[in-house]
C-alpha cells in the first residue's frame, strides 16, 4: 500500500481534526494564565507570564478564518485589542526599565489600566453569569463545520502565499520608523509570517536534510504534530535568516524608541548610522531570495 494511499486514507478517516486543535492548544495556554482569576490577578498574569506571544497566535489564526465565519472576525478583532494593549504594556515597560523616569512610568501605569479594561469589557475575566469569551469561543470551535482537511489545507497555504507575495509586491521608506512602509511596518509584515508558521502548529515545518546557521530564537522553532497528515517543509535556511532579519530590526526599533522616549517627542526618521544598519540587515532578503524561497516552498 503506498505512502500517498496511506495519507490520504488518513485524512479520510479522520477528517478535519488538524484545524480545530491548532486553536485548542494556544486557548489552553492563555487559560492556564488566567482561570479562576479575578481582574488584577488577570492581568499581572498576563503581564508575568509574557502572553502576548500566545496571544498573537490566537490573533494570527483569527485572522486567517476571519471571512469564514462572522464569529472568527469578532474573535480576531478581540484578540486584536488584547495584543496590543499587552504590546503597548510591554513597550513602556521595557522603555522604564531601560531608562527610568516619571514619564515612562506613568505611560506603564497608565497601560495597565488599559488592558484591565480590555479584559473586562471583553469578557476575558470569568463572570458568575456568563462564560468567559474563551470559553464561548472554544464552544464555537467545536461546533463549526469545519472544511475537509485538504481544502482547508490548501486555503490557509495560499492565504500564507498571499501574505509573502505581498511583502514582495510592498513599497517601503526605511528611513522612518512609524510612517506608513516605514520600518515597523516591514518588520511587522515578516513578523507576521513567523506568527503564522508557529500558530499553524506542524502545518508547516523545517526541512530536516539541511544544515543551517543556528538562530536562538522564540520563533526559530516549528514543531512537527501528528494531527497534521500533510505539512510542508520549508527551507530552514531561509526561515532562520528572516528569523534573524526580524530580530535584528527589531533591536533598532527598540533603539529609536528608547531615543524618542527620553526626550518626550517623536522623531519618526531614522538616524543614518540607523538607516544604513537596516539596509544591511535586509539585504539577504534580496541576495539570497529568502521570500521567494518560501514562497516557492508553499506552492505545494
Not at 89 to 95: E, F
Amino acid at each position: 500500500m503506498s505512502r500517498c494511499y496511506l495519507v490520504f486514507l488518513s485524512v479520510f478517516l479522520l477528517g478535519n481534526a488538524a484545524a480545530p486543535a491548532r486553536f485548542e492548544k494556544w486557548i489552553t495556554y492563555i487559560e492556564q494564565s488566567i482561570a479562576n482569576h479575578h481582574l488584577e490577578k488577570t492581568t499581572n498574569a498576563l503581564i508575568e507570564d509574557d502572553q502576548r506571544y500566545i496571544v498573537f497566535k490566537l490573533q494570527a489564526l483569527t485572522r486567517l478564518y476571519k471571512k469564514e465565519a462572522p464569529e472568527f472576525d469578532a474573535m480576531h478583532k478581540s484578540f486584536k485589542k488584547l495584543e496590543d494593549a499587552l504590546g503597548e504594556y510591554g513597550k513602556w515597560a521595557g522603555l522604564h526599565e531601560k531608562s527610568p523616569d516619571q514619564f515612562k512610568r506613568a505611560k506603564r501605569i497608565q497601560a495597565k489600566k488599559v488592558l484591565s479594561d480590555i479584559l473586562k469589557t471583553e469578557e476575558y475575566v470569568a463572570s458568575y453569569r456568563r462564560p468567559t469569551r474563551l470559553q464561548q469561543f472554544r464552544k464555537f470551535l467545536q461546533s463549526y463545520e469545519w472544511k475537509q482537511y485538504l481544502v482547508d489545507r490548501s486555503t490557509v497555504l495560499q492565504k500564507l502565499q498571499k501574505h509573502i507575495q505581498s511583502i514582495l509586491d510592498g513599497t517601503y521608506d526605511l528611513r522612518f520608523l512609524e510612517a506608513e512602509g516605514g520600518l515597523h511596518q516591514l518588520r511587522r509584515e515578516l513578523r507576521w509570517f513567523l506568527i503564522y508558521a508557529q500558530a499553524l502548529d506542524g502545518l508547516v515545518v523545517l526541512r530536516q536534510q539541511e544544515e543551517c546557521p543556528i538562530v536562538e530564537d522564540k520563533y526559530s522553532s516549528l514543531p512537527h504534530s501528528a494531527k497534521e497528515m500533510r505539512p510542508v517543509d520549508l527551507s530552514p535556511c531561509a526561515y532562520l535568516k528572516l528569523v534573524s532579519v526580524v530580530r535584528e530590526l527589531g533591536d533598532i526599533k527598540d533603539e529609536a524608541e528608547l531615543e524618542n522616549s527620553r526626550v518626550k517627542t517623536h522623531n519618526d526618521k531614522l538616524s543614518d548610522e540607523q538607516y544604513e544598519r537596516v539596509l544591511d540587515i535586509i539585504e539577504p532578503l534580496e541576495s539570497e531570495s529568502i521570500l521567494k524561497i518560501l514562497l516557492q516552498d508553499l506552492e505545494v
